[in-house]
C-alpha cells in the first residue's frame, strides 16, 4: 500500500471521508496531477511543481485544502483563507461534504492549475 492511501486510511471520521472525497475531485478535474506523499501529508503537483497539499491541523475541525500559489487565487477566490499567517499559501477550509460546493472547489483547482503551469517556480517568496 502507497504511503498515501495508507495516510488517508489512518484519519478519522469525519476526516477521512472528505478527504477521500477531496482527492477523488481533484485527480478527476485535473489528471495531469501527480499525487504523492511528503512531510507526512498528502501533496499534488504538476510539472513537477506543488500545486496543493490536504491536512489537519492541530485543534481544527476542518481539512485544510493548502494551494501553494494561494495568494496569487485570492482576489478571484475570496474564499481562500490565512489562518496561519503564511506568505504564500492559501487555504480552503472544508469543516462536512454537506456544505462543499464541487463545482466552485473544481473552478478553484483549474485556475490554480493554470496559475501554476504559467510560473517558472512554485514557492516564489
Given at each position: 500500500?502507497?504511503?498515501?492511501?495508507?495516510?488517508?486510511?489512518?484519519?478519522?471520521q469525519p476526516y477521512q471521508s472528505i478527504m477521500l472525497y477531496l482527492r477523488s475531485v481533484i485527480l478527476?478535474?485535473?489528471?495531469?496531477?501527480?499525487?504523492?506523499?511528503?512531510?507526512?501529508?498528502?501533496?499534488?503537483?504538476?510539472?513537477?511543481?506543488?500545486?496543493?497539499?490536504?491536512?489537519?491541523?492541530?485543534?481544527?475541525?476542518?481539512?485544510?485544502?493548502?494551494?501553494?500559489?494561494?495568494?496569487?487565487?485570492?482576489?478571484?477566490?475570496?474564499?481562500?483563507?490565512?489562518d496561519n499567517k503564511r506568505k504564500q499559501v492559501r487555504s480552503l477550509q472544508v469543516y462536512s461534504l454537506?456544505?462543499?460546493?464541487?463545482?466552485?472547489?473544481?473552478?478553484?483547482?483549474?485556475?490554480?492549475?493554470?496559475?501554476?503551469?504559467?510560473?517558472?517556480?512554485?514557492?516564489?517568496?
Open positions: 500500500m502507497k504511503s498515501v492511501d495508507q495516510y488517508f486510511l489512518n484519519q478519522k478527476k478535474t485535473l489528471p495531469e496531477a501527480e499525487e504523492y506523499y511528503s512531510y507526512k501529508i498528502p501533496f499534488y503537483r504538476i510539472d513537477k511543481k506543488p500545486l496543493l497539499y490536504l491536512n489537519i491541523l492541530k485543534g481544527k475541525t476542518y481539512v485544510d485544502v493548502a494551494f501553494v500559489q494561494g495568494i496569487l487565487l485570492e482576489p478571484e477566490f475570496p474564499e481562500l483563507k490565512n454537506e456544505d462543499f460546493n464541487q463545482q466552485e472547489f473544481e473552478t478553484l483547482l483549474i485556475a490554480a492549475a493554470t496559475k501554476l503551469k504559467a510560473s517558472k517556480k512554485a514557492w516564489f517568496i
